[in-house]
């Protein structure tokens, strides 16, 4: 599902204009970047929660050059679903 699927199937369901639910959606995923750039995770109560994991530093194979590389220690944002939002995909079939 792209954002455009999404903000049209919010503005259908609510009743509300597309331009405005685009602002909504863009803003909410403008928040969540600055929070995790901020280094604070975002909770969402019955849906998941978007968080920061750090990854070690760690030795790497190039396997066209036959050589090893070091890939730096970083953070990579997750998201993590919350447990009835995962058993509601696993119950799905």
Do not use: W
Request: hydrophobic share 45%.
């Amino acid at each position: 599902m792209t954002k455009a699927e999404i903000v049209k199937a919010i503005a259908d369901e609510s009743g509300i204009e597309k331009t405005q639910v685009l602002a909504v959606v863009e803003a909410f995923m403008e928040v969540v970047k600055k929070s995790l750039v901020a280094g604070e995770p975002v909770y969402l109560r019955g849906f998941g929660s978007f968080i920061i994991k750090h990854r070690a530093e760690k030795a790497a194979r190039n396997i066209t050059r036959n050589t090893t590389i070091t890939i730096p220690e970083h953070n990579i944002p997750a998201f993590k679903p919350a447990k009835t939002f995962f058993e509601d995909v696993k119950a799905s079939k």
